[in-house]
């Protein structure tokens, strides 16, 4: 668990007078969506108007355990509701900001969190990062969603990453405010991609980053993949990220191993920092074939590369990437769409840099973190003045 410094005494009596915010999440690495969102807004501003402390949800463990129900799971969602009551007690916060998880486990963690700061008269303002909240409640029993709507309802507001969740939370009618607000590029990563300069070359890479999975398209990736280096000798694509569920990997890699055309598909593990940013740099397009996703954020990553980008019609995607503006879209599973959506960009050198270009500058413009912070906090204000749904 981490805070911020303690106020010294020449401060203490502006500190008072300020409201006090408490931002419950993890930080990098890895550099996720949650993660990122979590270090910007305690390193933001917000700091100069809130008291602000920080109650870190940290956990290094394998993606292949989380959300599932294990013994040490369980220990570690006890001890993070023992800590985080203690927390509460001693600050007596006037804002929560609360990422929410969609699987069961952490659902029930986050639960406990939100009773215990609505115990001590806590403002909530939750945060939703799962591109599966829908999927599983359309899915969910009548208990399961009563516990769940209970749960929510203890929010003052819901930040939405995309109008597509801003509709999906107000068809709930729990009766709190729904707002949107894109989740920030990682400024690091902005910052190290102003220095690094872009590799151009005859050879057109395509870079995917993301899980190592069946869930973010990858079987249907590296097939099209195959089919598209038959055709175009000068094509390559390149695969970041590690395994997240048990027995994917391994089927994908059986998959990988059939192909006539694997050297050209390499999977090079988990990068972040600097080797992050290289293979954005060096790519000349960026593909995402995800089933399910909230607001994915190696796709503002891409579009702050400069990079055009394919993805799949789901959760908050479409919100972003507009068909033939910033890239193309195509429904999820759909291997003869994604293949053609590849060949449209990869034979236009064009239109690739018409697109990467619009992208970078809407990244700069919409998903700064001063812009995601800013935002931040005039919905604190409307809470904190009493504003629900």
């Known amino acids: 668990m981490a805070w911020t410094e303690e106020p010294t005494p020449a401060t203490r009596a502006s500190v008072e007078s300020r409201p006090r915010l408490l931002v419950v999440g993890p930080l990098p690495p890895p550099p996720g969506g949650g993660e990122t969102v979590t270090k910007v807004l305690i390193e933001s501003s917000l700091k100069e108007k809130y008291e602000l402390r920080h109650f870190d949800t940290s956990r290094r463990v ?8 294990t013994l040490a799971n369980a220990r570690w969602a006890l001890r993070y509701y023992s800590q985080f009551r203690r927390v509460v007690r ?10 929410i998880a969609s699987n069961k486990p952490a659902t029930i963690r986050d639960a406990l969190f939100s009773a215990t700061a609505a115990r001590y008269g806590a403002k909530i303002v939750m945060h939703n990062h799962s591109g599966h909240f829908a999927e599983r ?21 819901m930040v939405c990453l995309t109008p597509f969740w801003k509709e999906f939370f107000d068809g709930l009618h729990i009766g709190f405010l729904t707002e949107v607000i894109y989740n920030p590029v990682n400024p690091e990563l902005v910052s190290l991609l102003e220095r690094i300069p872009r590799e151009r070359d005859d050879e057109v890479r395509v870079l995917y980053v993301g899980a190592i999975c069946e869930p973010k398209g990858v079987p249907e990736l590296i097939r099209v993949a195959d089919r598209i280096a038959d055709k175009f000798p000068n094509v390559s694509f390149t695969l970041v990220g590690g395994p997240q569920y048990p027995g994917h990997y391994e089927r994908i890699m059986a998959v990988h191993e059939a192909l006539s055309n694997r050297e050209r598909i390499r999977f090079v593990g988990p990068q972040f920092g600097e080797d992050l940013a290289r293979a954005y740099r060096s790519a000349d397009l960026f593909v995402l074939p995800s089933h399910h996703e909230g607001l994915p954020m190696v796709i503002l990553e891409a579009m702050a590369a400069g990079l055009p980008v394919v993805a799949t019609r789901v959760g908050g995607i479409p919100d972003v990437i507009r068909e033939g503006q910033n890239g193309h879209l195509v429904e999820p599973r759909d291997e003869g769409a994604l293949e053609s959506a590849l060949e449209k960009l990869i034979q236009s050198a064009d239109e690739r840099q018409r697109i990467g270009e619009r992208n970078q500058s809407e990244a700069i413009e919409k998903y700064s973190a001063e812009a995601f912070a800013a935002a931040c906090d005039r919905l604190y204000q409307r809470v904190l003045a009493g504003g629900r749904g």
């Open 62 to 69: 394998s993606k292949e355990t989380m959300g599932h129900w």
């Open 137 to 157: 409640w359309e899915k969910a029993g009548k208990l399961w969603r009563g516990f769940v709507r209970k749960h929510l309802s203890r929010a003052s507001a």
């Open 90 to 99: 001693e600050f007596r916060p006037d804002i929560v900001h609360l990422p």
